[in-house]
């Protein structure tokens, strides 16, 4: 008899299985259901010891593949996200570092299901300092009938640090360069300072020099001429 209960009329029944399936599907609730989705994000370094720098810049890209709720996976963006590697127990002499799912940070409600890589290279450094030369980039000649009698720059030497295999005894540092080209008389310019390599840093809180250039007259009645003539009288008849 239970038999004949099961099959009597099953199409029917199954028909009826389906619908509620598809009612269920439809209906239920979306924040019931659950979503994958992968996202990428910069693990940053932080507490790096004094007097070491990061030598080159690390590939610190984290891949995530997250899970949450429908209703609210799509709106997941990285900057929700944050991921940070302690380095304050680092040595110059190693370079692969264990990332853990504990450096990364989800807002609530979210599971971080899986990351890579499991590790990241970063190479360091002991810190050098030295002191540079700041050396005036002129670009150019005074127009004709002047010239540039001086150059002058304040402060003359700047203290520099980076990695210790990039900081060399010859480096100097640059000024952004100054087109003398129209100059007519003296004048005293506030410049950049450009650095001989990017991984260096200037020790200064004020990244600028200042350059004075002095332009004189070369035409008839110039200090320049009047100078000559005098040497001529020292050196002519009679002071043999």
């Known amino acids: 008899m239970i038999k004949d209960i099961l099959i009597r009329n099953w199409q029917l029944k199954v028909l009826a299985l389906l619908l509620a399936l598809v009612l269920w599907i ?10 994958e989705k992968n996202l990428s994000l910069n693990l ?12 080159e810049p690390p ?12 209703r609210i996976i799509n709106e997941l963006r990285p900057e929700d996200f944050s991921a940070r590697l302690d380095m304050s127990r ?6 692969e570092y264990l990332i853990d799912a504990g450096m990364i940070k989800a807002p609530s409600g979210v599971e971080i299901v899986s990351f890579s890589p499991a590790y990241v290279h970063v190479k360091l450094e002991r810190t ?27 402060p003359a030497r700047v203290m520099v640090a980076g990695p210790e295999s990039k900081i060399r005894p010859r480096d100097k540092v640059i000024t952004s360069p100054i087109d003398a080209s129209t100059l007519t008389a003296s004048i005293i310019l506030e410049v950049d300072l450009i650095l001989p390599r990017p991984e260096l840093r200037l020790l200064t809180p ?11 007259k070369t035409g008839p009645g110039s200090s320049t001429q009047a100078g000559s003539k005098q040497s001529a009288r020292a050196s002519g008849p009679g002071r043999n």
């Open 26 to 35: 439809i209906l239920i609730p979306e924040e019931k259901t659950f979503a």
């Open 90 to 95: 680092a040595s110059i002499y190693q370079q």
């Open 206 to 216: 004020y990244p600028r020099a200042r350059v004075s250039l002095v332009i004189e």
């Open 128 to 154: 050098k300092r030295m002191e540079m030369e700041v050396v005036p980039t002129i670009i150019g000649r005074p127009p004709e009938g002047y010239r540039l009698e001086k150059v002058e720059v304040t």
């Open 59 to 70: 590939d610190t890209t984290l891949n995530l593949k997250v899970r949450a709720r429908k």
């Open 44 to 55: 940053e370094l932080v507490n790096i010891p004094p007097e070491v720098e990061v030598l």
